[in-house]
């Protein structure tokens, strides 16, 4: 007596709001994509092209940390760097993680 008879919402046609609850999936994947995706393939674009362009003579730091000047582009993947005269190492390319270019000139008006 007490209890009252309970009747079911209509639903409506299955897959009508398939769309819509979705949504906000596809909301935070569009944002992900603009936000972290996009930045992150430019920037690994850009390293990529600054590794492919090293020549000899350009001044460089290491990932490690290393300033060290390229004395030779061995191939696709290794480059020998000069970290102190007479002192060189190989490393591979992707470990160059910054190119200051060409050391300046040495300046000798002191004669």
Not at 40 to 62: C, N, Y
Not at 73 to 92: M, N, R, S, W
């Amino acid at each position: 007596m007490f209890i009252s008879e309970a009747y079911a919402q209509a639903a409506g046609a299955p897959g009508a709001n398939g769309l819509m609850d979705f949504l906000p999936f596809i909301l935070i994947f569009v944002v992900f994509y603009f936000l972290l995706i996009r930045p992150q393939q430019k920037r690994a674009k850009e390293h990529k092209a600054m590794v492919e362009a090293l020549k000899r003579g350009d001044k460089v730091i290491t990932s490690g940390g290393i300033v060290a000047k390229v004395t030779k582009v061995i191939d696709d993947e290794k480059v020998e760097l000069e970290i102190a005269p007479d002192v060189k190492i190989q490393v591979l390319r992707a470990t160059i993680s910054q190119v200051q270019g060409k050391p300046a000139p040495a300046n000798d008006d002191k004669k």
